[in-house]
């Protein structure tokens, strides 16, 4: 089922937005139409990530209660990073 959107803009902003959708081969209710979807799809995008990000936040706090985790020192994160980075750079080289 759609749904209807009102809102209210002052006339020459309308009229301008009227001719530019109109040059682009669009009705203005095309165009805010469009925008409205777009919107939409951010929002699903950052929710879907939110999602992901809540699902690897509570794993490594399982990992963690159940004494599976393992820790490693500052050091050896920053060698392992700077090891990762290099393959990245090393890769994007070719």
């Known amino acids: 089922m759609d749904t209807r ?3 209210r803009v002052d006339e020459e902003t309308k009229r ?3 001719l530019m ?3 682009q081969g669009r ?3 095309d165009a805010c139409r469009e925008l409205t979807e777009e919107l939409a799809e951010q929002q699903r995008k950052v929710m879907t990530h ?3 990000l809540t699902e690897q936040v509570n794993a490594a706090f399982s ?3 159940s ?3 393992e820790f490693v020192t500052h050091e050896e ?3 392992d990073m700077e090891a990762r980075k290099m393959k990245i750079r090393n890769i994007a080289k070719k």
């Open 5 to 7: 959107i009102q809102f």
């Open 16 to 18: 301008l937005a009227q």
């Open 63 to 65: 990992k963690l209660d």
């Open 21 to 23: 959708a109109e040059s």
């Open 50 to 52: 939110d999602q992901w």
């Open 77 to 79: 994160a920053s060698l």
């Open 67 to 69: 004494g599976k985790s």
């Open 27 to 29: 009705t203005l209710s």
